[in-house]
């Protein structure tokens, strides 16, 4: 178990054992992130959050279920941070990825997936699909810089608030 100072020390499991030394060096580039990043990543779980609400009319059960998040900020009352992984950067990238399967109260059955790229930048956030990026998801280049590839696209996000 290892405390999480992004989720006010919440503990989690780390889901594997650390060989390779980059993969430390994001592991504690991870740890040294705070609530406050986490505020500041706020947009990207709330676009998640939002996105899916509107693509299965959640204002008929999820509302009920789980209330309305006013602000950005609130959507982390839903997450339950989940056990931390590590993945290597895929072909020409050499990055190394600290992988969270988190829950959320609204999308039960694929969870929420957040990516930080060697540990200190937020890089992806969605559904959980095993891919590091959303490159490697969608096989797009164009995606580099999206943090959340949403289904509605007015809910994409970008990385530096693009």
């Not at 580039?29 to 505020?39: E, G, K, Q, W």
């Not at 609400?53 to 959640?58: F, L, M, S, Y």
């Not at 209330?67 to 950005?72: A, C, I, L, N, S």
Request: net charge negative; glycine share 8%.
């Amino acid at each position: 178990m290892i405390q999480v100072p992004y989720f006010d020390n919440a503990e989690v499991e780390l889901a594997e054992d650390i060989d390779d030394p980059d993969a430390a060096t994001a592991l504690q580039a991870f740890l040294s992130l705070t609530a406050a990043d986490r505020l500041a990543d706020s947009r990207h779980v709330f676009a998640y959050y939002r996105d899916f609400h509107e693509a299965v009319g959640g204002e008929d059960w999820l509302d009920e279920r789980m209330g309305v998040p006013e602000t950005p900020a609130d959507i982390w009352k839903h997450v339950t941070p989940g056990p931390v992984l590590f993945e290597n950067g895929r072909k020409d990238d050499t990055s190394w990825y600290v992988v969270m399967e988190a829950e959320c109260r609204w999308e039960e059955e694929h969870g929420l997936m957040m990516v930080w790229r060697n540990g200190t930048a937020l890089c992806k956030v969605g559904g959980y699909d095993g891919h590091p990026t959303n490159v490697n998801a969608y096989a797009d280049p164009g995606l580099a810089d999206v943090v959340y590839a949403a289904t509605n696209k007015t809910y994409r996000t970008y990385l530096n608030g693009k």
